[in-house]
């Protein structure tokens, strides 16, 4: 995470601190002025001309699976991440089928999005990794901010939105801003990176109650028989043994 | 402004183990109690009831039960020359809110500490010398014996139910029992929990190593149960969902249906819910308690007058509570001077993990809070740990207590942590994995204290507690040896790749590692180095008195709560036989 101190942390402070945080990643991004980085220059001006084309007809159609958070174009981001980060293959479902993109949006659009739980007094500093999360923004801020900073990465070195890359391309831009090596224009990539991969594992191996982990396919893949779960008469008749019983959610018991 | 209450006798500050075992006990005195908890009330119906209880997402990962840290939390740094940042969301720890306090979701893990552990400091010397001792170390006796807690850890077992075998019952040492503890009177009042896969194996293991392998001691009831006050325990469930969760059966020992609902039949008991205690008030000579200020939901403000107050407020919210209140000296690492806040310490804890055949099968979902197969080969004086270059050690087990598949999906190293060799990697050995861990002891060290933060304060407006906490040498040493110890077990065991691991050091506020927070008000026989007698009674301040891990002088190879309840129960007795009938110092300084 050391790469993360790299970034220059004031011009985002200077957007989230005037309450624009929760403005669309795309006004965020515009906003900035003059760059607060050299490099950031060609990533703003391909993110901003990529923003101002009208919506391709995928983003119009994702949105009849009814968004309370992402906008289209997040939502496109968004399923390509997914898909990079767990793809479909006959060892278990991709996050995308899984739902891990209605899991982010409505995981994003409440109280946990929100901040709730989350101390957010100032003063803020950047501190060490030991003492954690530091940054003034709330997971959908940071989440939201985050987007439009790798879809500008994204732009900026491989001229195309992370959804138009083929797949190979897109797993070298995650991994670049995995790694920390991506320099995103407000957020510390690795800190993006990091809460964005919990909540894809949160959606593909929560209970399906909160819209990800469609069918339990995660579960079945690992073999987590879910809830509720009454092994006491089990626990020796399986031992060392592959569990046969039912792969059961709240919802199938509620 | 304040709205002043009508006095009461006895004040509980908190409602979690130690308020509900004092207010239990205190029933028989006839006076008048009151217990402020500021979480709300719950119960196993209809709050922790099937399926709805066993949601990994809202209590495990959302932490629901939890402290809310928007409110209250603290600052940290790893040393005194840093700048203590907030703990903004919750992580290392996660400290209770609400009656029952963190009983309600703990694993429930129920251990005795060692003679050893009370006596840590004479022990180490007589065997080895003072030199050993690191300049830099607080080792301190306890003031209180393994021998005069021994009926209170009796008492506390009985309360929790504890599924267990004795391996020491009365001096005579029993194989499959843990040898190494003290002698006990009575054997557990439960059989232990069924075996799992990895208890059987590591078991095998360890005993081929030579070790002395038993059942870990589990607050997770074997068989129905009725305690010694009537309170009936349902057999445990193996669901998995135990620690951050409530329990459906009644069979994870809570104070919340065991002892809470038998103080509430006293008619002289109340219970306010919602209720922050804000700070001890003191009179003009300052060694005197007169009462509490507190605000409620709506927050007003009110002053509640006590002639006795008992913070019972969680090992941390008792620490602060004094320096909040101005009661006892603070420490200072500069002077060496003052003892609130000092002598704070943790668990050092390490281990490995074990990455099995196809054909081998943990599965590990089937599991409970506390089920495991121990081994106290290493911990306290049970073998020479001056050979390993540290002081203390480590219980070492493997424990099988879910496999809740967001928290836990273990990979070989080098697995990346995303793409198709990340899935294929976690469907492979989800199943089949076991985890041997080593729970250190924590030395308590001059650098580890608590104090008040110069800058951050909580909703109320009160500074936040600054907590200044790291891994030192010794600790560092101990997680290393005992991981290795750990990864020696699981090769023993059969595994095809062993991963040995430690907390990170330096200690990191971020990744869950245990709710052990020790030290800060720690109990002892001299003023000038503990803050509170054997009796847990402030020694400035002698109508206040402190429970919970916060009164260990350091830290053992062990679970805490096992001791905490054994000391509520302490205390309780010498409210009762001594201080009730005659207030005043119970020991003279
Ligand atoms: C996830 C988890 C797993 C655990 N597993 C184990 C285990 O297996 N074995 C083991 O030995 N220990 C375990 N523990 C630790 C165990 O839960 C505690 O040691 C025990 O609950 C401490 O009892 P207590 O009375 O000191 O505090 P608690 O039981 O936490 O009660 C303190 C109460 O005080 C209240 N309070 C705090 N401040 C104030 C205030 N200012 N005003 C009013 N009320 C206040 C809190 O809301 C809380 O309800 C675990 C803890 C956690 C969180």
Request: glycine share 10%; hydrophobic share 40%; charged share 20%.
């Amino acid at each position: 995470m050391g790469d993360d101190k790299s970034v220059d942390r004031r011009g985002f402070l200077k957007v989230a601190g005037a309450g624009a945080a929760l403005a669309p990643a795309t006004a965020l991004a515009q906003k900035i002025d003059p760059p607060v980085q050299t490099h950031e220059a060609p990533a703003r001006a391909a993110m901003d001309h990529a923003m101002a084309m009208p919506a391709p007809a995928a983003a119009k159609h994702d949105s009849l699976d009814g968004w309370l958070f992402f906008n289209p174009d997040e939502v496109s981001f968004v399923k390509a991440a997914l898909d990079t980060l767990i793809p479909a293959d006959p060892t278990g479902p991709g996050a995308v089928e899984a739902g891990c993109a209605t899991y982010m949006d409505r995981q994003l659009s409440g109280a946990y999005g929100r901040g709730a739980r989350l101390y957010m007094q100032g003063p803020f500093a950047e501190g060490t990794p030991q003492q954690g999360y530091q940054l003034p923004l709330t997971p959908a801020d940071l989440i939201r901010a985050g987007i439009a900073d790798v879809e500008a990465y994204a732009l900026a070195t491989r001229k195309a939105r992370l959804r138009d890359l083929d797949a190979a391309t897109r797993a070298a831009v995650l991994t670049e801003v995995d790694q920390g090596k991506a320099q995103l224009a407000h957020v510390p990539a690795g800190i993006w990176f990091n809460q964005f991969l919990n909540l894809t594992m949160e959606g593909y191996f929560g209970d399906p109650i909160y819209g990800g982990n469609k069918d339990k396919a995660a579960w079945k893949m690992i073999g987590f028989p879910g809830v509720p779960a009454m092994y006491a008469d089990m626990i020796d008749e399986f031992r060392n043994k592959p569990y046969t019983g039912a792969t059961r959610g709240i919802q199938d018991i509620a | 402004m304040a709205t002043q209450l009508k006095p009461v006798d006895v004040l509980l500050v908190g409602y979690g183990w130690t308020g509900g075992i004092l207010a239990k006990e205190l029933a028989s005195t006839g006076l008048k109690i009151l217990a402020l908890e500021r979480g709300g009330p719950r119960d196993t119906s209809p709050d922790f009831l099937e399926p709805s209880k066993d949601d990994e997402i809202r209590f495990a990962v959302r932490h629901e039960l939890m402290q809310d840290v928007s409110r209250e939390t603290l600052t940290f740094r790893n040393d005194s020359k840093q700048t203590a940042l907030p703990m903004r969301q919750l992580g290392s720890f996660l400290p209770g809110n609400g009656v029952g306090g963190a009983g309600v979701h703990w694993n429930g893990v129920t251990w005795r500490f060692s003679p050893w552990d009370h006596e840590a400091h004479t022990r180490t010397v007589e065997k080895y010398g003072a030199k050993i001792i690191p300049e830099d170390m607080h080792l301190q006796d306890w003031g209180v014996s393994y021998d005069e807690l021994e009926p209170y850890y009796d008492k506390f077992e009985k309360t929790c139910g504890v599924s267990g075998k004795a391996g020491n019952l009365k001096g005579q040492k029993i194989d499959g029992g843990n040898v190494f503890e003290g002698a006990r009177t009575n054997e557990y009042p439960n059989p232990p929990l069924k075996q799992t896969q990895a208890g059987a194996m590591f078991d095998k293991a360890a005993r081929n190593l030579g070790y002395h392998p038993f059942p870990a001691p589990a607050s997770n009831a074997s068989q129905p149960y009725v305690n010694p006050d009537g309170i009936a325990y349902g057999q445990c469930h193996y669901c998995g969902f135990c620690e951050r969760f409530g329990c459906e059966a009644n069979a994870k020992a809570s104070p919340h249906f065991t002892v809470m609902p038998i103080a509430a039949k006293n008619p002289n008991f109340e219970l306010r819910t919602n209720a922050a205690v804000q700070k001890v008030l003191l009179d003009s000579t300052g060694k005197k308690a007169i009462g509490v200020v507190y605000i409620d939901a709506r927050g007003r403000e009110f002053i509640q007058p006590a002639d006795l107050v008992v913070l019972s407020a969680f090992a941390l919210g008792n620490v602060a509570l004094l320096l909040w209140s101005g009661i006892g000296k603070p420490y200072d690492p500069v002077t060496h001077t003052g003892v609130v806040g000092r002598s704070y310490a943790y668990q050092a804890s390490s281990g490995a993990t074990a990455f099995f055949d196809e054909k081998t099968y943990f599965n590990n979902f089937m599991g409970a809070g506390a089920l495991g197969t121990n081994i106290d080969d290493f911990n306290g004086d049970s073998y020479d740990f001056a050979k390993y270059g540290f002081i203390g050690g480590g219980g070492i087990g493997a424990s099988t207590s879910g496999g809740r598949p967001i928290q836990g999906r273990p990979t070989p190293p080098g697995t990346p942590r995303w793409g198709l060799d990340w899935k294929k990697a976690t469907a492979r050995h989800y199943l089949h994995t076991a985890n041997i861990s080593n729970q250190g002891s924590n030395m308590a060290h001059r650098a580890n204290y608590l104090d008040l933060d110069p800058t951050y304060r909580d909703i109320y407006g009160r500074p936040l507690m600054r907590m200044t906490f790291n891994f030192l040498d010794n600790e560092a040493k101990l997680m290393k040896s005992l991981a290795d110890v750990c990864a020696t077990i699981g090769k023993e065991m059969g595994a095809e790749r062993v991963d040995a691991r430690t907390n990170p050091v330096p200690y990191s506020i971020v990744p869950y590692q245990s709710t052990h927070n020790t030290g800060g008000a720690v109990m002892g026989d001299d003023p000038r180095t503990s803050v509170v007698n054997k009796y847990c009674q402030v020694w400035d301040v002698p109508n206040v008195f402190v429970t919970g891990a916060c009164v260990f002088p350091q830290n053992a190879g062990k679970n805490p709560t096992g001791t905490v309840g054994a000391l509520a129960y302490w205390i309780a007795d010498a409210l009762k036989d001594k201080y009730l009938k005659s207030p005043g110092a119970l020991v003279r300084a």
